[in-house]
């Protein structure tokens, strides 16, 4: 027997494909329940079937208050905690089992004192007096279906008793003083004979979609048993199919792309209260060691995101965005729609990403050692980031724009735990420097250098580009990741890469993210550096690149007809798999938070395409006419190429050198040249070949002053190095 049909075989085992003859429904609203207010910390075993409930209170399901969606009302309260005994008559019959939760705000789950399901609510478990991490309103009195989660016959073989069983859930509010809350659960499960031992299912109740082929590639998940959590990873099987293009993949093909261990855990923050979770992948070997691998055109690492779209009902935002910041020349994480069976149920749409890394085939800078303290070595490669969450990092000598509040940069590559106090200092200092620069009125710091001779100012005006193109609700402000690499390989710092932009393109309802017009910096700031403030209002520079750019990329990459044509052929590939995904997750013509009025009414996947299209056509529109500056001698925003050439005048070799910079450019004839090289000399010459300016400063910068009778135009600049020469254009205004 081959390896792949013997891998097949072990898994196939485990897949829970028995016929199904149907579904029933063992717990259901109205069933009789204990509940409890609690008002101290409760047992441990108050979930399993040990605990002695007596003394708690009796009711019906649904348990809550307001909306008049509840059979058994309480007084407010910051949480309740149910428990419902059922019974299993054959625990054999049974091939998994579905939890459905109406709720509102929060909820933890446990069957026989397992935790099985949870949504919009931290900790392990879950503080009595613990408010949930949002709000989330009840589903039902809407005429909506209510979360569904999957139970798979491994974890169930575990856990289910034959004969008492308990479902225990804590439900929790916002706050003691939200207007409404509710907890009503359904336990269904599925049944592999003719038997009849349960009651009917609600008539809302759809069973989960049985998946059997996909265009896609299909990933293979299985946990043998094990719950995944937030924190830490547990080893799974980690497979993939994928035959050759123009050749479906089904689930009973062996995994011939990739078949392993992997570490696997749910990710997100506000996403994990979704039906559908996210996961973090880390390829291990046998033993739980890092290992890395190579599938589907990724690049060989160990650390991936398996992205699970809900909210994001066109399935692409990432994947959009991601395209977008590959072809404009920078790195972003590459994707692959994929189709995810775990534990033998099918899950749905997802989005195979590369994680953020310091890497040479993700972000390629050079690799920092705890012993880089000093010279070259201690200038890159670092890592840091925006973003919400505790993290070590340093706070700016500037505020946030628009608060009293300084803004914070997170360590992130070395992380806290690895990176050392020169390191942590060295670029807590450049970056003051930077900011120093920015806030000055002449743009320059008291070294006299000015903030584009600290950063790569073509990322960040593309950063400000798609990020306003989108509407990107995060963007500025959160999963905002910065980069440097070493001086000698560069030096400056580039924005990116890109990350996070599932809530943009018009699905957002708050912070105008469904909103044509204005600027998403101002109309979603709190946590944004001020820099975007400063060049937006005052800084030509910056307004100019931006102009030059933008109209570039307009004629071509983000030309309406060029984005719409991208969004079509991504539609056309999944356009079976997201008809698959939206009957496992039945939301369409429905609000899931933060869904704009777009997303929300939107009753299938093509009428998302094509809200989305009017979106960018009409930002777009917006864009042409509001982007600041002017579009003339864009060549001086363009980014050096490396290029070399021999002057056959003097033989000596021209070598472009990206690390000088001459700053402010345009400029009236007073400017600064610096480089990381010393410049011996400088000839600066005119239209009709005339040298009007030398100088010989020996340094690696020097102010220049043109003749006050110097004409408006362009002048080519000279720049001689120890054994190199370098040629820039200059254009003078007066």
């Not at 009973?252 to 979704?274: A, H, L, V």
């Not at 930077?434 to 002449?442: D, L, Q, R, W």
Request: proline letters at 3%.
């Amino acid at each position: 027997m081959n390896n792949y049909l013997s891998i097949f075989l072990v898994l196939f085992s485990l897949n829970g494909l028995t016929q199904i003859n149907h579904w029933e429904t063992v717990i259901q609203e109205g069933d009789q329940c204990e509940y409890l207010i609690p008002s101290v910390a409760l047992q441990t075993n108050w979930n399993d079937t040990t605990f002695n409930s007596s003394s708690w209170s009796n009711g019906i399901t649904g348990i809550g208050y307001a909306d008049g969606d509840d059979n058994t009302t309480i007084a407010a309260s910051i949480s309740v905690y149910i428990r419902q005994e059922f019974m299993i008559t054959d625990t054999s019959a049974i091939e998994k089992a579905i939890l459905n939760v109406d709720y509102d705000d929060a909820f933890v789950a446990y069957l026989n004192g397992v935790e099985i399901a949870r949504a919009n609510i931290s900790g392990t478990p879950p503080a009595y007096n613990q408010g949930s991490d949002g709000l989330h309103e009840a589903s039902l009195y809407q005429g909506i279906v209510p979360d569904n989660f999957i139970i798979s016959k491994q974890t169930l073989s575990g856990l289910l008793n034959q004969g008492n069983n308990v479902l225990a859930i804590q439900g929790h509010n916002q706050s003691v003083t939200s207007s409404d809350m509710s907890v009503i659960p359904f336990f269904s499960v599925a049944i592999n004979n003719t038997s009849s031992d349960y009651s009917a299912t609600p008539f809302w109740f759809a069973p989960p979609f049985e998946f059997e082929s996909s265009n896609l590639p299909i990933i293979l998940i299985n946990t043998n048993g094990q719950t995944i959590y937030d924190d830490p990873k547990i080893m799974a099987d980690f497979g993939i199919i994928h035959n050759s293009i123009g050749n479906p993949n089904y689930l009973t093909d062996p995994m011939n792309e990739y078949y392993g261990k992997c570490g696997i855990e749910i990710r997100g923050e506000s996403s994990q209260s979704f039906a559908k979770k996210s996961y973090a992948i880390e390829l291990w070997d046998d033993l739980g060691n890092d290992m890395d691998s190579s599938f589907l055109g990724f690049t060989r690492e160990e650390d991936f995101v398996l992205y699970g779209p809900y909210s994001d009902k066109s399935l692409l935002n990432n994947v959009l965005a991601m395209h977008i910041g590959e072809e404009t020349g920078h790195y972003a994480s590459q994707t692959q729609l994929t189709e995810v069976v775990l534990n033998g149920d099918y899950q749905g749409v997802y989005v195979l990403m590369e994680k953020i890394k310091r890497d040479k085939g993700r972000v390629d800078i050079a690799k920092l050692n705890s012993i880089d303290l000093s010279g070259d070595q201690l200038t890159g490669g670092y890592i840091f980031r925006i973003d919400k969450g505790v993290y070590d990092g340093w706070n700016s000598n500037f505020n946030k724009y628009g608060s009293t509040d300084p803004l914070y940069f997170q360590f992130f590559y070395p992380d806290q735990n690895n990176i050392q106090a020169l390191q942590a200092a060295y670029i807590e200092n450049y970056m003051n420097e930077f900011e120093e620069a920015v806030a000055s009125p002449t743009f320059e710091n008291l070294l006299g250098k000015h903030y584009t001779d600290y950063i790569d100012l073509r990322s960040f005006v593309d950063n400000f580009i798609i990020n306003e193109l989108s509407k990107n609700v995060d963007g500025y402000r959160l999963s905002t990741y910065f980069h440097k690499d070493k001086d000698s390989k560069g030096g400056k710092v580039t924005a990116g890469p890109y990350w996070d932009f599932n809530l943009s393109f018009g699905n957002g309802d708050y912070c105008s993210g469904d909103d044509v017009t204005g600027w998403e910096y101002y109309q979603c700031s709190g946590n944004s550096p001020f820099w975007w403030d400063t060049w937006i209002q005052t800084d030509t520079v910056f307004q100019n690149a931006v102009r030059c750019r933008w109209e570039e990329l307009r004629e071509g990459l983000l030309h309406t007809d060029s984005i719409n044509n991208y969004l079509d052929s991504m539609a056309n590939y999944i356009a079976d798999a997201q008809d698959r995904n939206f009957q496992q997750y039945n939301i369409m013509g429905t609000y899931v938070w933060p869904n704009s009025a777009a997303y929300a009414n939107s009753a299938s996947h093509s009428e998302v395409i094509i809200n989305m299209k009017s979106f960018l056509s009409d930002r777009s529109d917006w864009l042409d006419n509001n982007i600041p500056g002017i579009a003339q001698y864009c060549y001086l925003y363009e980014p050096t190429e490396d290029t070399t050439s021999t002057d056959t005048t003097t033989s000596i070799l021209i070598v472009k050198n990206t690390y000088t910079q001459l700053h402010p450019n345009p400029n009236n004839g007073n400017f600064r040249i610096v480089s990381n090289l010393k410049i011996y000399e400088i000839n600066i010459i005119d239209a009709l070949g005339r040298v009007i300016y030398s100088a010989s400063p020996n340094e690696k910068s020097a102010t220049i002053q043109l003749p006050l009778n110097s004409s408006t135009g362009i002048y080519s600049v000279g720049v001689q190095y120890d054994n190199q020469k370098e040629f820039y254009k200059i254009f003078l205004q007066n």
